[in-house]
């Protein structure tokens, strides 16, 4: 993979960009005027890795808690803003580390500029977030009045890879509007910008980010709108961002799911291990078990997940139930078992550790982790 080069941002003391490693963000699924309930989940956040957290901001009390919170957390805070510039406002006085505006809900670009000559003033990043279910009418680019949102022209358009030849298409429509908010930045002399594309559609939301990294040097924000519930959600972001990722595309990417903020950031890093760009915690290579398995391959697995949970050490470790691959892949982790026959080999970086009976293996096994962990984490 080689990556895109983009001009790197800083939100808070995270780098964004560049050749910073690529973060993950969540979002809090609390309602921020409750200080306690949104600080608990954030704290909770950091704990599971979460690098970068972004709040919804509905109205003004909403926006005068955001300085408590940053007080109370020790991750750099996103303002989430739509409709209101005022909101936005009053999000830079509050010192949040960065905002998200929406160009599909903030038209008026005299509005906009203010915006950003606050955030310039204070040196606080915008992400101009583009999202599919909420474009600015068809020809409404950057204009206010004489629209409705129900007759908006937006559903009508082709997405991509069904638009006619010379058809304006969702793609274009998505990339028009960023561009929009863009030129208005860079008019202003404001280049601290990231940037995101997002539909649920995910041929819709590639080729969108594809085309747009070829036009701007700013980080991208990778994302599946709406993705859906954690099992179909995971799987719709990993086949989106992961296309973009191998191709080089995206610096920080959040996985939108109808669940715990917690999957979220599970999703996230999982997405990234399996393109070897980011190295955190712990990976598990599991046998899916088949007729061949003398043992309950599946329960095995299932059980080393749980107990991993609790490590953050980036050891590999593999569970494989017969002859086939089971050798092979536990000698390729730093602690593999290959069970079967109602024992088990187990191996610390490829060696052979010892041999144990059926009834022992997951405690043998989970002592050959902690005690690879140990070593690890005093290199």
Request: net charge negative; proline share 4%.
């Amino acid at each position: 993979m080689k990556r895109r080069i983009s001009k790197p941002v800083w939100v808070g003391g995270v780098k964004i960009g560049g050749d910073a490693e690529i973060t993950v963000q969540s979002m809090t699924k609390t309602d921020t005027r409750d200080v306690n309930a949104t600080v608990n989940q954030i704290l909770a956040l950091e704990d599971a890795g979460c690098d970068i957290i972004r709040c919804a901001v509905p109205d003004i009390d909403a926006a005068l808690v955001l300085g408590e919170i940053k007080k109370k957390i020790n991750i750099p805070l996103v303002a989430d803003i739509h409709f209101h510039h005022r909101l936005a406002l009053e999000a830079i006085n509050q010192g949040v580390d960065c905002l998200r505006l929406n160009p599909g809900n903030i038209r008026d670009s005299e509005k906009v500029k203010e915006i950003v000559m606050a955030a310039k003033q204070k040196s606080i990043p915008i992400r101009i977030g583009v999202n599919f279910g909420s474009l600015p009418p068809v020809g409404g680019i950057g204009r206010i009045g004489g629209f409705h949102r129900l007759y908006d022209m937006v559903n009508q358009l082709p997405k991509a890879g069904n638009e006619k030849e010379g058809e304006y298409s969702i793609v274009d429509h998505m990339v028009a509007t960023a561009l929009w908010e863009i030129s208005l930045l860079e008019e202003l002399d404001f280049d601290l910008i990231k940037i995101s594309m997002k539909a649920f559609d995910v041929p819709t939301t590639i080729e969108a980010y594809k085309r747009l990294a070829e036009m701007v040097p700013y980080p991208l924000h990778l994302g599946i709108t709406e993705s859906g519930t954690v099992r179909s959600g995971s799987i719709r972001s990993a086949v989106g961002l992961g296309f973009l990722l191998y191709e080089g595309i995206g610096d920080t990417i959040r996985v939108s799911l109808s669940g715990d903020s917690l999957d979220e950031i599970e999703a996230g890093f999982d997405i990234l291990k399996s393109l070897n760009l980011r190295d955190k915690g712990p990976t598990l290579v599991a046998c899916p078990s088949c007729g061949r398995a003398d043992v309950d391959v599946v329960r095995l697995a299932n059980d080393v997940d749980k107990l991993l949970k609790s490590i953050d050490t980036s050891v590999k470790v593999a569970v494989m139930g017969c002859e086939v691959n089971g050798p092979g892949e536990a000698k390729d982790a730093d602690v593999g078992i290959a069970a079967g026959n109602g024992r088990a080999i187990i191996f610390r970086k490829g060696i052979k550790s010892r041999v144990v009976k059926e009834e022992d293996m997951l405690i043998a096994l989970m002592e050959e982790v902690d005690l690879v962990a140990k070593e690890i984490e005093s290199i």
